[in-house]
């Protein structure tokens, strides 16, 4: 990758640099703090790890708390020190790759969330053995993450086009050459944005419904009660890629059709920059899905407060004393 920078765009952000670094400290702050806490309850607690509904989430937590503690610091660095900040293409490399990578595997990862649960709440027999849960479950969960690994390992690592060192207008990442060829860029779009956003917003609002008709069409109480928590988790979620994923959406389709007016520009801009509060609040809406967090949370402060030692005076009983007096102490 060349040493030339080029930073100049017409459509810069209307919002100062200082704003941008506070609107992505304190929400990513917060964030890897409820994504450390619900991870720890879903590993460790065996009912949450065992729930079938919870290991895409798992993944996504993980997706996002590694994107939290590496791109997103990135981000900050770079608005507080602009075009005096310069690195190696490596270190360029490196951070498009992390940050390439878990953005499009959050979107994706939750596309396939959506399609999933259309399976654990309707077709629940789908996986009710050890073998259909195989085949059925752990293999498209798996062969998703790998290919998303695979995928931007080879166009970012193992770029096939002459690498300029360009960064990002609105967070500085450095942006890969690979997507400036139109076939894969049109690829790349279509496959890790267009349609996965389209599959959330179709899947989900049909998920409502589904969940809805077969209640009270069908009046599976019992059932429901059953299916409400994974219900309302995944749908908590969607609204989430609804208020910030969708304009960023729409706006890239006007984009993609050749409607690149400065205004369509500018809107595209601001809603990518908010685009990445999708990672900073999914973690608050896994919270929520887990049982008695109120409990759970007030549990896990009262321990640590209980490990707090407070230092208290020695019992001066005079036999206690005097035996201390004749053992070895003056050794120290």
């Given at each position: 990758?060349?040493?030339?920078?080029d930073l100049?765009?017409?459509?810069?952000?209307?919002i100062?640099?200082?704003?941008?670094?506070?609107?992505?400290?304190?929400?990513?702050i917060s964030s890897?703090?409820?994504?450390?806490?619900?991870?720890?309850?879903?590993?460790?607690d065996?009912?949450?790890r065992?729930?079938?509904?919870?290991?895409?989430?798992?993944v996504l937590l993980?997706?996002?708390l590694?994107?939290?503690?590496?791109s997103?610091p990135l981000?900050?660095?770079?608005?507080?020190n602009?075009?005096?900040?310069?690195f190696?293409?490596?270190?360029?490399?490196f951070?498009?790759?992390?940050?390439?990578?878990c953005?499009?595997?959050?979107i994706?990862?939750?596309?396939?969330?959506s399609?999933?649960r259309?399976?654990?709440?309707f077709?629940s027999?789908?996986?009710?053995?050890r073998?259909?849960?195989?085949?059925?479950?752990y293999i498209?969960?798996?062969?998703?993450?790998?290919?998303?690994?695979?995928?931007?390992?080879?166009?970012?690592?193992?770029?096939?086009?002459?690498?300029?060192?360009?960064?990002?207008?609105f967070?500085?990442?450095?942006m890969s050459?690979?997507?400036?060829?139109?076939?894969?860029?049109?690829?790349?779009?279509i496959?890790?944005?267009f349609?996965?956003?389209?599959?959330?917003?179709?899947?989900?609002?049909?998920?409502?419904?589904?969940?809805?008709?077969?209640?009270?069409?069908?009046?599976?109480?019992v059932?429901?009660?059953?299916?409400r928590?994974?219900t309302?988790q995944?749908?908590?979620?969607?609204?989430l890629y609804?208020?910030?994923?969708?304009?960023?959406?729409?706006f890239?389709?006007?984009?993609?059709l050749?409607?690149?007016?400065?205004?369509?520009l500018?809107?595209?801009?601001?809603?990518?920059?908010?685009?990445?509060?999708?990672m900073?609040l999914f973690p608050?809406v896994?919270?929520?899905?887990?049982?008695?967090?109120g409990?759970?949370?007030?549990?896990?402060?009262c321990r640590?407060?209980r490990?707090?030692?407070?230092?208290?005076?020695?019992?001066?009983?005079?036999?206690?004393?005097?035996?201390?007096?004749?053992?070895?102490?003056t050794d120290?």
């Amino acid at each position: 990758m060349g040493e030339a920078r080029d930073l100049g765009n017409p459509y810069e952000l209307r919002i100062s640099v200082s704003t941008r670094f506070w609107l992505y400290l304190i929400p990513n702050i917060s964030s890897i703090f409820c994504s450390l806490f619900v991870l720890y309850h879903f590993l460790f607690d065996r009912t949450l790890r065992q729930a079938l509904n919870n290991h895409i989430m798992i993944v996504l937590l993980f997706i996002g708390l590694i994107y939290e503690v590496t791109s997103v610091p990135l981000m900050l660095n770079f608005y507080q020190n602009g075009d005096s900040w310069t690195f190696s293409p490596q270190f360029a490399h490196f951070w498009t790759f992390v940050d390439y990578l878990c953005y499009s595997m959050q979107i994706v990862g939750f596309a396939y969330a959506s399609i999933e649960r259309h399976i654990l709440i309707f077709h629940s027999n789908w996986v009710s053995t050890r073998r259909r849960r195989f085949w059925i479950h752990y293999i498209p969960l798996t062969s998703v993450v790998i290919y998303q690994v695979a995928y931007y390992f080879w166009i970012i690592l193992f770029p096939f086009c002459e690498e300029i060192l360009r960064q990002s207008p609105f967070n500085g990442v450095p942006m890969s050459c690979a997507l400036s060829n139109p076939v894969l860029y049109k690829y790349n779009t279509i496959a890790h944005q267009f349609l996965p956003v389209t599959l959330i917003i179709i899947l989900n609002i049909a998920l409502l419904f589904r969940v809805l008709w077969q209640k009270s069409r069908l009046n599976r109480s019992v059932e429901w009660r059953k299916q409400r928590k994974m219900t309302i988790q995944l749908l908590s979620a969607s609204i989430l890629y609804f208020i910030f994923m969708g304009p960023r959406t729409l706006f890239q389709f006007c984009r993609f059709l050749g409607l690149e007016s400065n205004d369509i520009l500018v809107l595209f801009y601001h809603s990518a920059f908010f685009a990445n509060y999708i990672m900073f609040l999914f973690p608050f809406v896994c919270c929520g899905s887990i049982p008695k967090v109120g409990k759970r949370l007030a549990r896990l402060m009262c321990r640590k407060q209980r490990q707090v030692v407070v230092p208290g005076s020695l019992p001066t009983n005079p036999a206690t004393k005097k035996r201390t007096g004749q053992m070895g102490m003056t050794d120290f």
